[in-house]
């Protein structure tokens, strides 16, 4: 049975900076695309970053150059390193893991920035 429990979040003020963590099971994480995805009050679940198995990132417009996403092959695990967080940032994360697609997806962190 496959297992993505995401950590980390809380309640921030503008300008701070977290760390969420995921951590997966049952599966062979290093085969596996890593992703983080938000889903903001009323809104669509939308990628914020994906990691592709060999490690390439890609991100979405609004959070390069703030957002990293990494990945640790060891520990099975998957982090969004966020920085200069902004109040537009406030949501539920999500991990996602997928071979073609996202076939697997954690409970979900809540991220709160306050201005």
């Known amino acids: 049975q496959v297992q993505l429990v995401e950590s980390g979040g809380g309640l921030v003020q503008a300008g701070d900076s977290l760390t969420l963590t995921c951590v997966a099971s049952?599966?062979?994480?290093?085969?596996?695309?890593m992703a983080w995805f938000r889903q903001a009050p009323g809104k669509q679940r939308d990628l914020v970053a994906r990691?592709?198995?060999?490690?390439?990132?890609q991100y979405a417009d609004s959070m390069e150059g703030r957002f990293t996403i990494s990945r640790d092959n060891s520990k099975n695990m998957v982090y969004l390193q966020m920085n200069n967080l902004k109040p537009d940032d406030t949501g539920v994360y999500y991990c996602?893991?997928?071979?073609?697609?996202?076939?697997?997806w954690g409970q979900g962190t809540q991220v709160s920035v306050s201005s």
């Open positions: 996602a893991a997928g071979l073609w697609g996202w076939s697997y």
């Open positions: 990691i592709t198995s060999g490690g390439t990132a």
């Open positions: 049952g599966l062979t994480f290093r085969t596996h695309a």
